[in-house]
């Protein structure tokens, strides 16, 4: 979507490694989440950021931690990847109050094999 | 702990016909969204619902609004292939509390 890229778009680790995923806009907006999409699970809210070095947990955090540094990123790091972590990761951004609601990126497709 | 349900999970349809998904949410909330997602594709948003009563229409699809029932519903009119996709609905907790909880999605199907 235009005004923000996830990268990479997919992704194969083995179990036990380390993995970063990247989110990155140009909207300049305050919001930015990190939600993992599972067949019959709909979107889950992983950790979200509500400004720089701002962050909180989401309902499925555990495994996951992040890093705002910048307005513009926000980086998901699984710190030992494990098989349940296989999933789709979108990230999403919004403006105050989400009147437009959020803007999707593209999502990531990761297997940990 | 805020739950959201949609309800069919599965929806297959015959061109031209009428249908509505619903979605029921447990908690008070002001403000309810609805998205679309096409196989192996991102979240599109369709709707933004922020107030009891809204009512919103984009074509053949048309979007409601009760918070006293705590009811979201999305219809749809005269269906066509082209409609065939995912539907998620998403409420805000809390106004202002900036985080969406998800419907676990309506998978539509559209046959000729």
Same mark, same amino acid.
């Not at chain 1, 030992?80 to 497709?109: H, K, L």
């Given at each position: 979507? @235009?005004?923000?890229?996830?990268?990479?778009?997919?992704?194969?680790? *083995?179990? /036990?490694?380390?993995?970063?995923?990247?989110?990155?806009?140009? *909207?300049?907006?305050?919001?930015?989440?990190?939600?993992?999409?599972?067949?019959?699970?709909?979107?889950?809210?992983?950790?979200? +950021?509500?400004?720089?070095?701002?962050?909180?947990?989401? *309902?499925? $955090?555990?495994?996951?931690?992040?890093?705002?540094?910048?307005?513009?990123?926000?980086?998901?790091?699984?710190? !030992?990847?494990? +098989? !349940?972590?296989? $999933?789709?990761?979108?990230?999403?951004?919004? #403006? +105050?109050?989400?009147?437009?609601?959020?803007?999707? %990126?593209?999502?990531?497709?990761?297997?940990?094999? | 702990?805020?739950?959201? *349900?949609?309800?069919?999970?599965?929806?297959?349809?015959?061109?031209?016909?009428?249908?509505?998904?619903?979605?029921?949410?447990?908690?008070? +909330? =002001?403000?309810?969204?609805?998205?679309?997602?096409?196989?192996?594709? $991102?979240? #599109? !948003?369709?709707?933004?619902?922020? !107030?009891? %009563? @809204?009512?919103?229409?984009? /074509?053949?699809?048309? &979007?409601?609004? =009760?918070?006293?029932?705590?009811?979201?519903?999305?219809?749809?009119?005269?269906?066509?292939?082209?409609?065939? @996709?995912?539907?998620?609905? &998403?409420?805000?907790?809390?106004?202002?509390?900036?985080?969406?909880?998800? %419907?676990? %999605?309506?998978?539509?199907?559209?046959?000729?």
């Amino acid at each position: 979507d @235009a005004g923000i890229t996830q990268s990479p778009r997919h992704k194969v680790t *083995e179990t /036990g490694t380390p993995v970063t995923l990247r989110c990155h806009q140009t *909207e300049n907006h305050r919001y930015m989440y990190w939600y993992r999409q599972d067949p019959g699970h709909g979107l889950r809210l992983i950790h979200y +950021s509500y400004g720089v070095k701002d962050t909180d947990k989401g *309902e499925v $955090s555990d495994g996951y931690s992040v890093s705002r540094s910048k307005t513009e990123d926000f980086l998901l790091t699984l710190e !030992s990847a494990t +098989s !349940s972590q296989t $999933s789709v990761y979108f990230c999403a951004i919004s #403006e +105050s109050w989400a009147v437009y609601g959020y803007t999707f %990126g593209s999502g990531t497709r990761l297997t940990v094999v | 702990e805020l739950k959201v *349900e949609q309800n069919p999970l599965f929806l297959s349809m015959q061109e031209g016909k009428n249908y509505t998904i619903y979605c029921n949410y447990s908690t008070t +909330s =002001d403000r309810l969204y609805w998205y679309r997602q096409d196989p192996g594709k $991102s979240l #599109e !948003s369709l709707f933004v619902l922020l !107030s009891n %009563g @809204a009512v919103k229409q984009e /074509g053949r699809l048309m &979007a409601s609004l =009760d918070t006293k029932a705590r009811l979201s519903t999305l219809h749809i009119t005269a269906a066509v292939h082209d409609l065939s @996709a995912t539907y998620f609905c &998403a409420v805000d907790k809390d106004f202002g509390n900036e985080k969406l909880t998800f %419907g676990t %999605g309506t998978r539509l199907t559209i046959i000729p």
